[in-house]
């Protein structure tokens, strides 16, 4: 579909140069719509440069940066902050935020004046959703302009089509009472030997959600069946969204609480905040950048949503992924469900596909299972690759994006695509970047997991669980060790560390088999938290390395601004 229409008036030109990534396609089911009211008003995120490169081996070794040194060392140049606002404000923009350390600026004005300074058109339009649902938002195709005077300054503009970008890793499979086998968090994490003498205490863990909402009543209802006490949970607005129950268990509302009780229950110490965000290419990066900049850092931030690699546009791709690493850099270990929809991750080209943002080397990319235990005594009597199906199947694979990480390479050699049998064989002759997941929980429905949403006691399944499931892991991780962990993958990846995980070793998910070692289906397996945790110590890794700061954890309330 072309955006161009007679009835529009003509951007003015803005002497502007191709922004590199911007392109991008026409959204799925798109129809034809008409040109925006050019008085409307919007607002966008712009992503400037570093002004030094953040050097991923002092991440991979453990350094940790306060705020202010990450802001000094690899922010926004002051220069370029001063230079883009007034860029902007002479354009007749409004620079409603600005902040060096996220390089992030949030700028408003009419679509008009919009259109006009990043050369673009919008449309209003209806298109299908990740999830499947119709939905109405600006859209624009093509590419877009910076003025020049930003050339190589500006490296991503997000925010002008606001298209959904992400959908949730869940799978409702039936009320409580109907469901077969099923877990709680509590039994999980006697399963999965959660380490002992830790709780979370003196912790937060962060939860990005793109829709939906949660209700006291529930949450004291089903930590109340749990036998433990709710937990400190608290909502956070980002870009104006607001927890917003939809009460429909098979919607966004069945994410959020899903995440909730998930590390309430094996994390009950922590603090949970609950970062809600517009589910857009904008309000994705400024969750995760207002939560992993927050005045008192989370030790984990978990994100159960997302989406193949080829639909996302190459700069908003590369801006989350500059912004997992900032993330990381400040001692936030960021855990993301690696897909429902099996290899080729609900894409229909025929290829194999990794989800972003677990393809990311700065994600820890968490797999799924099927799970048969005792929850009484916490005996497994199986584990294997969860696959029920083409859209109900582990994600998993190897991006098209990222390559290797140095930390990854001996564990996925040999592994990748294009090899003859053994695990890790790619139908589709892709393998050679970043493997994922790196590691996995149950994630089965017909195995899931036991919660309450909107009223009802239902099982869950889905990716999505995992990655809450691992983030209070590193919250009773951080309080045990004293001190963040920011960049996990390297010291998971250590072999002695590696040896204390479940090796899965059958099934497959599609195109990709497990087998001994790390496989791009279940990556280095399932925890046990407690051998995990010595390993860790053992090998003086029980913490990230010190730089010259660490954040707290206390119990300051997060800064909600920039």
């Known amino acids: 579909m072309s955006s161009a229409d007679e009835s529009r008036p003509t951007p003015t030109p803005a002497r502007g140069v191709p922004l590199p990534g911007s392109e991008r396609p026409a959204a799925p089911g798109v129809t034809a719509g008409r040109p925006v009211d050019p008085q409307e008003r919007a607002e966008v995120t712009v992503v400037l440069r570093r002004r030094a490169p953040l050097p991923d081996a002092d991440i991979a070794a453990g350094r940790v940066f306060t705020r202010e040194e990450l802001a000094a060392q690899h922010g926004a140049a002051p220069e370029d902050l001063d230079l883009a606002t007034r860029v902007f404000t002479d354009a007749g923009l409004t620079v409603i935020d600005a902040d060096a350390a996220s390089r992030r600026l949030r700028v408003g004005g009419t679509v008009g004046t919009l259109s006009a300074v990043f050369g673009t058109d919008l449309d209003a339009v209806s298109s299908t959703a990740p999830d499947g649902r119709a939905v109405q938002h600006r859209h624009r195709t093509g590419g877009l302009t910076v003025p020049a005077e930003l050339d190589g300054v500006v490296t991503a503009v997000l925010g002008l089509d606001n298209r959904p970008q992400a959908r949730t890793h869940s799978q409702t499979v039936a009320p409580a009472a109907a469901a077969g086998t099923a877990y709680t968090p509590v039994d999980l994490g006697r399963i999965y030997r959660f380490p002992q003498g830790a709780d979370g205490t003196g912790t937060d863990v962060a939860i990005l959600e793109l829709g939906g909402g949660y209700q006291q009543a529930d949450l004291d209802t089903y930590f109340r069946g749990l036998g433990i006490a709710t937990p ?63 005045s008192s850092a989370p030790a984990a931030i978990s994100i159960s949503w997302g989406q193949n690699e080829d639909d996302w546009t190459a700069q908003a791709r590369t801006a989350f992924d500059g912004a997992l690493a900032d993330a990381t850099a400040l001692g936030v270990t960021v855990t993301a469900a690696a897909g429902d929809n099996g290899s080729a991750d609900a894409a229909t080209d025929g290829r194999d596909h990794a989800d972003f943002p677990a393809s990311s080397p700065h994600a820890l990319a968490c797999g799924g299972t099927r799970l048969e235990a005792d929850a ?46 053994g695990a890790g064989t790619n139908a589709s002759g892709n393998g050679s970047g970043r493997g994922v997941p790196d590691v996995s929980a149950v994630a089965d429905p017909q195995t899931g997991y036991r919660v309450r949403v909107d009223g009802q ?104 601004g920039r």
């Open 457 to 560: 006691d239902i099982v869950i399944g889905g990716t999505s669980a995992v990655a809450p499931l691992w983030a209070a892991l590193v919250a009773r991780l951080q309080q045990r060790g004293g001190a963040p962990l920011g960049l996990l993958q390297p010291r998971l990846y250590q072999a002695s560390v590696a040896a204390t995980f479940h090796d899965i070793t059958s099934g497959n998910n599609g195109s990709f088999s497990a087998g001994p070692g790390w496989d791009p289906c279940t990556g280095l397996g399932t925890p046990d938290g407690q051998a995990l945790a010595d390993a860790l110590t053992t090998a003086g890794t029980g913490s990230a390395g010190t730089g010259s700061g660490a954040p707290g954890s206390g119990s300051t309330p997060p800064s909600p």
């Open 376 to 421: 009484s005594n916490g005996s497994i009597t199986a584990e294997t690759v969860w696959n029920d199906g083409t859209n109900s199947a582990t994600g998993g694979g190897f991006s098209d994006a990222f390559p290797v990480p140095d930390w990854q390479r001996s564990a996925i050699s040999g592994k990748g695509g294009g090899n003859t049998g």
């Open 232 to 294: 400190t949970v608290q909502a956070v607005s980002v870009d104006g969204a607001t927890n917003a129950p939809e009460n429909s268990p098979n919607g966004p509302d069945g994410e959020v609480l899903l995440d909730i009780e998930v590390v309430g229950g094996l994390a009950p110490g922590a603090r949970i905040l609950v970062y809600f965000a517009p589910n857009t290419d904008a309000g994705f990066l400024d969750a995760l950048t207002t939560a992993a900049h927050a």
